[in-house]
């Protein structure tokens, strides 16, 4: 009896450790990354400060970095093409290098603006 009693409680807790195991083995972890490639366009966020519409213009080639690590090293990724204004915080650009996603920044000089895909 006392063999019998040691093994279910062996099973059990065997269960209880393999079952959180068992649950995420199926599980595919989505990728919230959009990839834009050449020829893509996007929009560019910036926070509508004068500077930032002043700084740029419209046929601007702007280099863009992506992030990374916890030094936030900077890589250059790709370049856009300032296409035109949208509203007050946004231009339109063009992807005419590289592979850009959703959060890289495209630069020229202190001013800085966030890549949003297009919509």
């Known amino acids: 009896m006392k063999r019998l009693t040691v093994f279910f409680t062996a099973a059990i807790l065997s269960m ?3 079952m959180p195991l068992a649950v995420h083995a199926g599980e595919k972890k989505a990728k919230s990354e959009v990839v834009m490639k050449m020829s ?3 929009h560019l966020f910036h926070s509508g400060k004068v500077d930032a519409q002043k700084e740029i ?7 863009v970095f992506r992030v990374f ?3 936030n090293q900077q890589k250059e990724v790709g370049q856009v093409k300032v296409l035109s204004f ?3 915080h946004y231009f339109e650009a063009e992807i005419i290098k590289g592979e850009i996603k959703v959060g890289d920044i495209a630069k020229k000089d ?10």
């Open 16 to 18: 209880i450790v393999a």
């Open 40 to 42: 893509n366009k996007v």
């Open 57 to 63: 213009a419209i046929g601007d080639v702007l280099p």
């Open 69 to 71: 690590g916890k030094n």
């Open 86 to 88: 949208i509203g007050e």
């Open 110 to 119: 202190a001013t800085s603006l966030l890549v949003q895909p297009a919509k």
